[in-house]
């Protein structure tokens, strides 16, 4: 039986309590009003509950098509349904053009009323169960989501809280790991471009030659196989928010290309003549040194100086190892729900492993092996040490500070740890070190690992 509070306004208050007790049968609750005056205090009382408010359109005090953005206004979320006793096509058209989810005649409307009811209650329904996903996904991405009280994290929220309600492009620098597609997502929830679209892309995700139709898109015809036009990523996220990780991988002739996007909010898709426009803040991210890349000519140094309009360093979790506890403790939580098994918490033992550990895998590998241990650990029982991964026992090696090995013969030691664990497979170590397929080559061919 349907359920939900609905608003009924009409003069007539016979007809008035006739279509309430109907309305009632049906399960729904029905409050009433005699009038607009009195039916927009009610309303206003009620938002958060009316899923639909059926008007008379012929009011003392109001025409109810005029009333139209008065309700839209005060209960945003749910539907008007208009009714009259002399409907004109006119009015019909300017109802609808204002937002009512229908108009119905009185006289034959009494076998549509119910059936018009619950569409309009589904529909504001499903309005709600959306507001409600996004403002979970706005507060997931927001600042205040984000774990962690230690200066250096703090000052890059700062930074960030100041530039996100502009159209600056931001560029974020930090390690592999260190959590920089969340700082760009809580740049975008904190932007006036909130309710556009969010769209990532991993710049060496993409084999080299493929990257540049994925971005910018293609004409048909513009190569063997380009059988129909192709909307390009820049085009997805015009409006909102577009985020290049890794933008350091992207080829010279690609970084001209997108100059001319931070430039003049255009560029020409492949075998296209005439330029495309977009509206797009970007926010892009590296773990490389871009003006130094840009010295040596492996970066444009026009595009870098575009990038670097507001540079924001995420910081390594070792620069903010107070932080390890806390984002254990969150994570391990996590997976426990998601495990459907009790796990109380965190052993002294275990979090001084934690702590002691270098992290060159970042708050990336940090959750990575927490998810491992809630899987091992037994219920009921605070997760002990034997639970991390084998170079946390005692006397493992690689529970290092920056004085006994460097952070690249770290990063080498994990990725080799990775390769033997997962038997090779190059695909998983890179999802599994949240890089890309191309850069954990670059990385094997740098450390000597390629096999």
Not at 138 to 148: A, Y
């Amino acid at each position: 039986m349907p359920t939900g509070t609905l608003l009924l306004i009409d003069d007539e208050a016979r007809l008035r309590q006739l279509l309430a007790q109907v309305l009632e049968l049906e399960g729904y609750t029905v409050l009433q009003a005699p009038d607009a005056y009195r039916g927009l205090a009610l309303l206003a009382q009620h938002a958060a509950e009316v899923l639909v408010v059926l008007s008379d359109v012929k009011l003392p005090d109001g025409h109810g098509v005029e009333l139209l953005p008065r309700y839209r206004a005060a209960a945003p979320l749910a539907e008007v349904v208009l009714l009259t006793a002399f409907g004109t096509i006119p009015d019909g058209v300017k109802a609808m053009k204002l937002g009512a989810f229908d108009y119905l005649t009185k006289g034959d409307f009494e076998q549509q009323l119910v059936v018009v009811v619950e569409r309009a209650a589904e529909k504001a329904r499903l309005q709600r169960r959306v507001a409600e996903l996004e403002k979970r996904v706005g507060q997931r991405h927001s600042f205040e989501s984000m774990i962690g009280e230690a200066p250096a994290l703090r000052r890059a929220q700062h930074l960030a809280r100041q530039v996100a309600p502009t159209d600056s492009t931001v560029l974020l620098e930090g390690p592999t790991g260190a959590g920089k597609e969340l700082f760009a997502q809580a740049l975008h929830e904190a932007s006036g471009r909130k309710s556009k679209p969010f769209v990532a892309v991993n710049c060496s995700a993409f084999p080299k030659d493929l990257l540049e139709s994925e971005l910018f898109g293609y004409k048909k015809g513009a190569f063997t196989g380009a059988l129909t036009d192709k909307k390009g990523l820049l085009e997805e996220a015009t409006g909102g928010t577009l985020f290049l990780d890794e933008i350091g991988e992207l080829e010279l002739n690609v970084q001209a290309k997108f100059l001319r996007v931070l430039e003049m909010q255009q560029f020409t898709k492949l075998g296209d003549t005439k330029a495309t426009s977009v509206n797009i803040r970007l926010v892009a991210a590296t773990n490389r040194n871009l003006k130094q890349e840009a010295a040596e000519g492996r970066f444009r140094p026009d595009l870098y100086y575009r990038l670097s309009v507001f540079t924001i360093l995420v910081p390594s979790l070792k620069e903010r190892a107070s932080d390890v506890p806390l984002l254990a403790g969150f994570f391990l939580q996590h997976f426990a729900a998601r495990l459907a098994k009790r796990l109380p918490g965190l052993a002294p033992e275990t979090v001084a492993a934690l702590q002691a550990y270098a992290w060159p895998g970042n708050v990336r590998e940090l959750k990575n092996v927490l998810e491992r241990a809630a899987i091992l650990a037994p219920a009921g029982e605070p997760l002990a040490p034997e639970y991390l991964p084998e170079e946390f026992q005692s006397g493992a090696r690689p529970v290092l500070s920056a004085d006994d090995e460097s952070l690249r013969a770290l990063e080498a030691r994990h990725i080799k740890r990775l390769m033997g664990d997962l038997l090779g497979n190059k695909p998983e170590v890179a999802k599994k070190l949240g890089i890309g397929l191309t850069t954990l080559y670059r990385k094997l061919q740098e450390y000597g690992l390629e096999e």
